[in-house]
């Protein structure tokens, strides 16, 4: 099986992602696109989305891109910037995109919009990429 069947295969099943009821779009090499529906227990005290769900699509669409390589990668650092509000009902779509790679480390941009384009969060995030490599 190669590495990106692996990595579709590996969210399916991933708890996070299903307790959010996220759903993988799109996963290529450096790349990935997530999709999110907004719901009554992603919403804040102000009744619009929490920052920790907008978090939480950036960061699976992050996951999935910095692992599209066969390589271990994990956080090192997000930098997320909050552009405009959702609430529930609103389909949000992330793209993680790589723009550097070396071998140990790896910079995405990452962007969250609603599925009109309206963009909601933007994210520039670095992995560290570990010598081991993914298994089936």
Same mark, same amino acid.
């Given at each position: 099986?190669?590495?990106?069947?692996? &990595?579709?295969?590996?969210?399916? @099943?991933?708890?996070?992602? %299903? =307790?959010?009821? !996220?759903?993988?779009?799109?996963?290529?090499?450096?790349?990935?696109?997530?999709? +999110?529906?907004? @719901?009554?227990?992603?919403? *804040?005290? /102000?009744?619009?989305?929490? +920052?920790? #769900? =907008?978090? $939480? =699509? &950036?960061?699976?669409?992050?996951? =999935?891109?910095?692992?599209? /390589? +066969?390589?271990?990668?994990? #956080?090192?650092?997000? *930098?997320?910037? !909050?552009?405009? $509000?959702?609430? %529930?009902? @609103?389909?949000?779509?992330?793209?993680?995109?790589?723009?550097?790679?070396?071998?140990?480390?790896?910079?995405? &941009?990452?962007?969250?919009?609603?599925?009109?384009?309206? &963009?909601? $969060?933007?994210?520039?995030?670095?992995?560290?990429?570990?010598?081991?490599?993914?298994? @089936?």
């Amino acid at each position: 099986m190669d590495i990106i069947e692996s &990595l579709k295969n590996r969210a399916k @099943d991933e708890p996070f992602c %299903k =307790l959010l009821g !996220f759903k993988i779009k799109e996963i290529g090499m450096g790349y990935a696109r997530v999709e +999110g529906v907004i @719901d009554e227990r992603m919403l *804040n005290i /102000h009744g619009i989305t929490h +920052g920790g #769900a =907008l978090f $939480a =699509l &950036l960061d699976e669409a992050f996951e =999935l891109a910095s692992n599209s /390589h +066969g390589t271990i990668a994990v #956080a090192l650092n997000m *930098n997320v910037t !909050f552009h405009s $509000a959702t609430t %529930k009902g @609103d389909i949000l779509i992330s793209e993680a995109k790589e723009i550097h790679k070396t071998k140990r480390t790896a910079t995405y &941009l990452i962007s969250v919009k609603k599925e009109d384009g309206t &963009l909601v $969060a933007s994210c520039q995030a670095l992995v560290y990429r570990k010598r081991e490599k993914f298994k @089936d």
